[in-house]
C-alpha cells in the first residue's frame, strides 16, 4: 500500500492523502498502480502477502492460509502480494516484517505481521470469529495462543527435523522423542476436545489457528492415532470459507508451476 | 475459585452466588475456604497459579513470571496457588489447564490458561499495557504474538536440547545448529529494535512477553553477542513491577527450599 498525500485536490480545493494498491511485487511498482480511494473513511481492501512459490507445493501448509481463511470467514474481499524468497529478506519486505517472513497484513495505514496477530485483528474489527460474551471470548483467545504457542512449537520441530537432519545419523534416534513430544500434546487436546465439535463451543478463530497447525502433522502419520482430532480437522477443512481460502492458494501454486 | 449458589440468601431474601477463594492445593479444600464476596459486581482478587518448587531454582523464567509481572505492572493484586508436579498432571488442575502447566487464571467465573493470552486478558482490562490508538495497539499485539511464536520456539528448543540431550553423542554436532536458528531470530530483533528503548514506542504487553522469551536465553551465553538486546533486557528488568513479580516468585522458591 502506497500513501501519496496532495496539500490541496484539485477537485474539492482540500488536502487529500491518496491510497494506491501495488499490484504485483515491487519491481513493478511504478507501472501498476492502482488508484484506491480517497482517504480517510473510505473502506480499504485489505493486503496480504504469500509466497510467490510456495515450498508447500499448494497444500495450504503456509501461514497465509490462516488469514486467508479468517478474510474469508468474515467475508472480506482481500488482495494478494505474491513475494519471492530474495525479496523476502529484502529491505522494503523487512519494513513490514522484522523477521522476513509471509503473511504481513497492510489496511491503509496499518501495517501488521504475525499470522495470528493478523487473525486476532480480524476477528476483533469483524463478527464471526470470537464470542461476543467477554469470559468467551477470553477462553477462545486463550486457544490462540494454545494453537500457536503450545501445540505449534513441538510439530514445527519434527518437522524440520525431517525436512533437514533426515540424512543424519541420530534422525531415527531422535525421532520417538520428538514425536511423543507431539503425542503429549495431541493427548491432552483430544481429552480436553472430547466429542465436541470445536474447543469452546461455537467455531472461533482458537478452532481456525488450531485446525491449521495440526495440518502440519499429514505427513507425520501421527493424526492416524487419534480419530477425534482428524474429524475435528475435518470439520475445518469442510467449512465453505477453508474451501475458498484453500483453492485461492492453491490456485497462486499451480500458476506458479505452469511457468 | 469455588462458586457456591443459595437460592436465597437469609439475610437479603435474593438469591445469591457467593465466591469462595481455594487458599492451599485441593487436599485442603475443605479447610482452607475463604469467603470473598458477593457476587456480582464485587472487585474479585484474580488467583494464579505457580510451580510449588520451581525447576528454574527462582531465576523468574517459569510462564508465571510474565503474568505477575503484568498484573505489577497495572497494579492488580493477586492471590497465587501452588501446584506439585503431581497436582498440576492430576484432573483438577486439567479442568483449568488442558495441558496441565501453569499458570493459570481464574477471576470469578472466568479460569484461563496460556500466559500469553493471561497477559493480553490483563492488558484489555486495564490501561498501561497495550495503547490506545487502535493501529498502534494491533502493533503491539503483534509484538505479544511474534515474541511467543516467532522467537520462543527455537530458544525453548535449544534449551530443552540442553537439558534432555546434554549426554548424546550428537548434541556437540547439533548444538550450532540450533544456536543458528536463535541467532536467526536475534539478528532480526536487534535489527529491527536499533536503539529504541522499546520495540514500537511505549513499553506495551509485547517488550514485556519478549523481554521474558529472551531471558530463557540467559545459560546460553548467546545474548553477549547481542549488546541491543541485554540492554533492552536490563530495561524491563529495572521497571519496579518487574522486580516486584521478580521478588515475588523467588520468595516462593527460597520458602520451598528452607523445608
Known amino acids: 500500500m502506497l500513501l501519496l498525500k496532495c496539500p490541496s485536490n484539485p477537485g474539492t480545493g482540500k488536502p487529500e492523502t491518496t491510497a494506491f494498491r501495488i499490484i504485483r511485487g515491487k519491481d513493478a511498482l511504478y507501472s501498476d498502480l492502482v488508484r484506491l480511494s480517497a482517504l480517510p473513511g473510505a473502506p480499504?481492501?485489505?493486503?496480504?502477502?504469500?509466497?510467490e512459490r510456495s515450498p508447500d507445493r499448494g497444500r495450504g501448509l503456509a501461514r497465509d492460509m490462516r488469514v486467508r481463511w479468517a478474510l474469508e470467514e468474515v467475508r472480506q474481499p482481500y488482495d494478494v502480494r505474491l513475494v519471492s524468497f530474495s525479496e523476502m529478506k529484502g529491505a522494503a519486505h523487512r519494513a513490514?516484517?522484522?523477521?522476513?517472513?509471509?503473511?504481513?497484513?497492510?489496511?491503509?495505514?496499518?501495517?501488521?505481521?504475525?499470522?495470528g496477530a493478523i487473525v486476532f485483528h480480524l476477528a476483533q474489527r469483524h463478527a464471526g470469529l470470537l464470542p461476543e460474551d467477554g469470559n468467551a471470548r477470553a477462553r477462545a483467545i486463550a486457544w490462540m495462543f494454545a494453537a500457536l504457542n503450545t501445540v505449534e512449537p513441538p510439530i514445527v520441530e519434527l518437522g524440520a527435523a525431517r525436512l533437514t537432519e533426515r540424512d543424519k545419523p541420530w534422525y531415527e534416534e531422535r525421532r520417538p522423542m520428538l514425536e511423543d513430544r507431539v503425542r503429549q500434546r495431541l493427548d491432552d487436546l483430544s481429552s480436553r476436545l472430547g466429542d465436541a465439535d470445536w474447543l469452546d463451543h461455537a467455531f472461533s478463530a482458537g478452532d481456525l489457528l488450531m485446525v491449521t497447525v495440526l495440518r502440519r502433522l499429514g505427513a507425520s502419520g501421527i493424526l492416524g492415532?487419534?480419530?477425534?482430532?482428524?474429524?475435528?480437522?475435518?470439520?475445518?477443512e469442510a467449512r465453505p470459507a477453508y474451501q475458498r481460502a484453500f483453492e485461492a492458494q492453491l490456485a497462486v501454486f499451480t500458476a506458479a508451476s505452469a511457468h
Do not use: N
Not at 492415532?225 to 475445518?236: D, N, Q, V
Open 44 to 51: 480499504m481492501t485489505p493486503t496480504i502477502t504469500a509466497f
Open 225 to 236: 492415532e487419534y480419530p477425534r482430532l482428524s474429524a475435528y480437522i475435518a470439520r475445518g
Open 96 to 115: 513490514l516484517h522484522p523477521f522476513g517472513q509471509i503473511p504481513t497484513y497492510e489496511e491503509g495505514e496499518l501495517a501488521l505481521f504475525e499470522s
